[in-house]
């Protein structure tokens, strides 16, 4: 019974002490820390470069082979039309007339100071682009129309607008035609290599009319195939219209359908690649309608020149103030040389297109402050 007793003391002891034990051993290890989580932001470093101050205008000197060939040859060589009445056509002299024409003589002006520095080339429209990138001609002026592929794909640029066209056609009265369904199946004269002869097969098409193209090279050409019956309508830019009518044996006898079937912007063009030659061919155009706009014309710009005027956008155009022509590597009063010898835009046009039947008043080639399309950048 002692014994028995003794086991069971024995028993709770040894439990007591495994508690205890595990309970020292327990508060003896190490207490496993509250872990705090740490977000790192990582920020690059981005060098920046620090603004520098820049005079403006920056000095910069841009020198134009072809201006420098001109002035040492003492001569332009200009790409122009010799069968479209009103711009550009081989009068009975032999003489280059016409709107074109005189746009030639107005950068003959402003670089040479001589509206008969020209070598006038006529081109077909098949040999326009070729003479400007061979280096045959300086500058093409020949009712050339302005597009994306002509400005891209050709190696060219395009000066301002100088006239806003759009092609038409011309039909004999007594056919009585009115309008362009009345041409379906019809023989139709046009110029090969055109816009004019992509814009009649395009209308055509879309209208569901057959027609037959009639084919030349030369505007001539295809005025006399229309006179003598060839064709049943001819088509072109209707300024060209209104010129060839004028030389017909009747004009009366014939009428230019109301329809305009495309935009055709028309103005000089130069080769690609010569920044400084570009603008000049492009600020003797603004000046010529800047002039009109301030009222200079070839009878009074010298008297305004002498009368020093106060008005600035009036003095940079004849050259008192600023140094416009040094500014494209020209003499600062060439736009009034060239007014003087060549008249402003108003006059140019009223010499070649009006006594053609083109009114200008109302038209979008009158003035912008007049309700039309002509406007110039400032010269300033």
Known sequence: MLNSKLSRNHLFILVVGMVVGWLVLAA?????????????EVIK???????????????????????????????????????????????????????????CKALAVAILNDPNA???????????????????IDVLIRNTTWTLTRDSELGTDFAPTTYYDGQGFIVRVESGVAALEDLDGATVCVLAGTTTELNLADVFAARGLDYTPLLFDESGDTSAAYEEGRCDALTSDKSQLAGLRSQFEDPDAHVILPETISKEPLGPVVAHGDQQWGDVVTWTVNGL???????VTSDNVDDLVASDPADPNLRRLLGLQDDMGVKIGLENDFM???????????????????????????SVNALWTEDGLLYAPPMR
């Open 289 to 295: 309608i800047i002039a009109e706009e301030l009222g």
């Open 45 to 103: 470093e981005v060098e920046v470069e620090v603004e520098k101050e820049v005079e403006v205008p920056v000095e910069l000197e841009i020198v134009s082979e072809r201006l420098g060939a001109i002035e040492a040859n003492g001569v332009l060589r200009c790409g122009v039309n010799q069968g479209v009445p009103g711009f550009g056509f081989l009068n009975e002299e032999g003489e280059f007339v016409g709107f074109d024409v005189d746009f």
């Open 336 to 362: 009034v040389n060239v007014i003087r010898e060549m008249g402003n835009y108003g006059e140019i046009y009223d010499r070649h297109l009006t006594p053609i039947g083109l009114t200008r008043e109302g």
């Open 118 to 136: 020209v070598e006038f080339r006529p081109l077909t429209a098949a040999e326009r682009f070729t003479a400007l990138q061979t280096n045959e």
């Open 28 to 40: 003896c290890q190490p207490v496993e820390p509250e872990v705090e989580t740490i977000t790192e």
